[in-house]
């Protein structure tokens, strides 16, 4: 599927003008496509690898997070069934430090993204968070932002960290938390809030950034989505496979991020980011 995708893409014709995305590595695997290296060490680091035109590929990646409840620690894995088995999340959060201090003479000015997504639910039994456990996610979250943060001080990289989550709750949680480090807006590092659009945030929060699936763009859905940039809030749009739909659907809602396993294909055919 993913070669036939790259295949069907590179062959589009290139006459329409087409938006300028950051490109976000979807479950940290934008080198297979296979669901059961998403959230993988081995695709983390071969995704973090990809280059094009002598720069790394991709803007940025999206780490996820589950709550391991039989070894009260955050794991590197999307689905409740792999966290006793995955590496932790700081393991994960150590190997985008790596690549942010190896490429910092690559890149200049440009910015760097780390998604990380909090689980709302504990492995291996996929059942909510208790109280105890919400607080240890959010906090190894923290933990995963500051060890990122702290190589890209060494280098002097511009890292932007977003912290994701469906559960408003763990929102809340989040930014109650001693640790939680603010906006920074205009500093080199950054932070920023992701909630899905159908989400409603806390009382008193706005979300830097909406996420919606682009499976899910609906037409009638332009004014809103032009509503919420115009307050400043950015789109992020994100798939598994590429199609003609999904083109489709970055040229409708014009997103600043865009999320999917097709990395090297969307690189191609978005061309480079913003400010490149």
Known sequence: MWRAAALLLLTIATACERPRAYVICH??????????????????????????????????????????????????AHDPELATTSVSGIEAAEEVARHLVETASLVGDRRFYLKLDIKGYSGPSGEPLTAAEAIGQVDCALDMFETAAAAARTVDRKLTVLFNTDDPALVQLLVERPAYPGKRAGDAIQTGLILPLHVRPPSGLVPDVVSIAAKDVRPEQGAELAELRARGIDVMLWMLDADISVLDAIQEVEPRFVATNEAVVLREWLGPPPEM
């Not at 695709?43 to 589950?66: C, F, Y």
């Open 27 to 76: 479950n940290s695997n934008c080198v297979r496509s296979d669901p059961f290296l998403d959230d993988t060490v081995g695709a983390l680091h071969e995704s973090l690898a990809l280059r094009w035109n002598g720069q790394p590929l991709i803007d940025g990646i999206e780490v996820d997070t589950v709550w391991d409840a039989v070894g009260s620690r955050c794991a590197f």
